[in-house]
């Protein structure tokens, strides 16, 4: 079984930043081994992929609206997964969600098995 944990939420004026966190823990957890990723569900809306660092080579991808805004990245050695968020938009507003999977890629919420509980952030413009 595997355990996301997500922290760093927060409330921000637009144009600021943000770094979310998310901590993985279990019997036999390795992040590693694992595809980690965020997503975002703001108020009324689906549950959207905005991150994802890849197993193994830790290569990143983004959704359009966050590139060059955003950078995820990740410590293995302590289960770890980040992401700075810069020039943060009203529209930034959501809950984000960290999200696992062992395998490769994905970008649609049913690829990813293990999902933490969530952090809201709110941009005020």
């Not at 823990?25 to 994802?52: I, L």
């Not at 955003?70 to 959501?94: C, G, H, W």
Request: glycine letters at 12%; hydrophobic letters at 35%.
């Amino acid at each position: 079984q595997v355990q996301l944990v997500e922290s760093g939420g927060g409330l921000v004026q637009a144009g600021g930043s943000l770094r979310v966190s998310c901590a993985g823990s279990g019997r036999t957890f390795n992040a590693y081994t694992y595809t980690m990723a965020w997503f975002r569900q703001a108020p009324g809306k689906e549950r959207e992929f905005v991150a994802r660092t890849e197993r193994y080579s830790g290569s990143p991808s983004y959704a359009d609206a966050v590139k060059g805004r955003f950078t995820i990245s990740r410590e293995n050695v302590k289960n770890m997964v980040y992401m700075q968020m810069n020039n943060l938009q009203p529209d930034d507003t959501a809950v984000y969600y960290c999200a696992a999977r062992f395998g490769y890629g994905g970008s649609v919420v049913h690829d990813f098995r293990y999902w933490g509980q969530g952090t809201q952030v709110t941009v005020s413009s």
